[in-house]
Nanobody, 121 residues
Framework: QVQLVESGGGSVQAGGSLRLSCVVS????????KGWFRQAPGKEREGVAS???????TYADSVQGRFTISQDNAKNTLYLQMNSLKPEDTAVYYC???????????????WGQGTQVTVSS
């Protein structure tokens, strides 16, 4: 069973930075995809960034150039470095993983519990 646990959320002023981490336990069959999603109050969940076992990446237009997704396979950890944060980045952020995925996938089976990111103006 694959489990994901996020950490690193918090409150920051606009223009600041945060790094989210997601520890992935259990075996994730390749080819795999991992992603970060977010959901703001009253809005639908949206994809933020994704990465696969070949380190290919995709980003939402709204975060391109500000956020960076990466992974440390030795630590089984997925990261999301968020710079130049804006109030509209405020949301609960979730990490997700999908085994045997076809890149780029829109379907994820395993999800973390979420971590709150709040950006004040």
């Amino acid at each position: 069973q694959v489990q994901l646990v996020e950490s690193g959320g918090g409150s920051v002023q606009a223009g600041g930075s945060l790094r989210l981490s997601c520890v992935v336990s259990g075996y994730l069959y390749s080819p795999y995809c991992k992603g970060w999603f977010r959901q703001a109050p009253g809005k639908e969940r949206e994809g933020v960034a994704s990465i696969d076992n070949r380190a290919r990446t995709t980003y939402a237009d709204s975060v391109q150039g500000r956020f960076t997704i990466s992974q440390d396979n030795a630590k089984n950890t997925l990261y999301l470095q968020m710079n130049s944060l804006k109030p509209e980045d405020t949301a609960v952020y979730y990490c997700a993983a999908e085994p045997w995925c076809a890149w780029p996938t829109g379907t994820y089976t395993y999800w973390g519990q979420g971590t709150q990111v709040t950006v004040s103006s």
